[in-house]
């Protein structure tokens, strides 16, 4: 059994704290002056006071070499995109693929025209683009799951390669056309144990890699 990411309580946690300006506001402090990658940004520019910024590793608790990404707003002082992505080595994929394990967005209606399509820009122009293979995380809610077969089927329009993958047995069921998404959904999603060592993989090659 793959070693267990993160609680999924900390989930809703880190959620709630993101909603509370407070709270909020300590994150911003605490990430606002990490690096900048507004320049390595294929889509944009964002409007003025908003900027795209990068934290490696900062988070002690997780086990896994990690990165956050977040949009802040520096004329609100506040936080109103978050990501965090871990790095998850596969040796029968023969690869580190990234896992987005975390997504949030501020609900304020200010914000809404800036994060229009940004968790789907930052998914395939830059977490793809840049690591090439992305895998989903162990623990999805409904949104998550939407979320990413969506995704799947940008990748399929895209030319990617799609695969279904089980963690333990090494199982891998290519995923060629759109009706092999809805033919995967009951595989690769549910209540059962075994849906937890079950992934989705995006990747911009063949699996398992070959060098």
């Not at 709630?16 to 606002?32: A, K, R």
């Not at 936080?79 to 596969?90: E, L, M, T």
């Not at 329009?157 to 959904?185: F, W």
Request: charged share 20%.
């Amino acid at each position: 059994m793959p070693q267990q990411l993160f609680d999924p309580a900390d989930v809703q946690k880190t959620f709630s704290m993101l909603t509370v300006d407070s709270h909020n506001t300590t994150l911003l402090n605490e990430i606002s002056l990490r690096a900048s990658v507004d320049d390595e940004l294929s889509f944009g520019p964002f409007p003025p006071g908003y900027h795209f910024v990068r934290a490696e590793n900062r988070i002690a608790g997780i086990p896994n070499e990690h990165f956050e990404l977040a949009l802040v707003n520096e004329i609100t002082k506040e936080i109103v995109y978050y990501n965090r992505v871990i790095y998850q080595k596969d040796a029968f994929l023969n690869y580190m693929p990234v896992t987005q394990i975390l997504i949030w967005r501020s609900p304020k209606p200010s914000h809404r025209g800036v994060l229009r399509d940004l968790p789907g820009k930052v998914f395939s122009q830059y977490l793809l683009e840049k690591y090439n293979v992305i895998i989903t995380d162990r623990h999805q809610t409904r949104d998550g799951m939407s979320f990413w077969q969506s995704r799947l089927y940008d990748a399929i329009a895209s030319g990617h390669h799609l695969y279904a993958y089980d963690m333990i047995t090494c199982e891998m069921r290519p995923i060629m056309k759109d009706s092999d998404i809805g033919n995967q959904v009951d595989w690769l999603w549910g209540d059962e144990e075994h849906h937890q060592n079950r992934l989705a993989i995006i990747s911009k090659f063949p699996l398992p890699a070959v060098y």
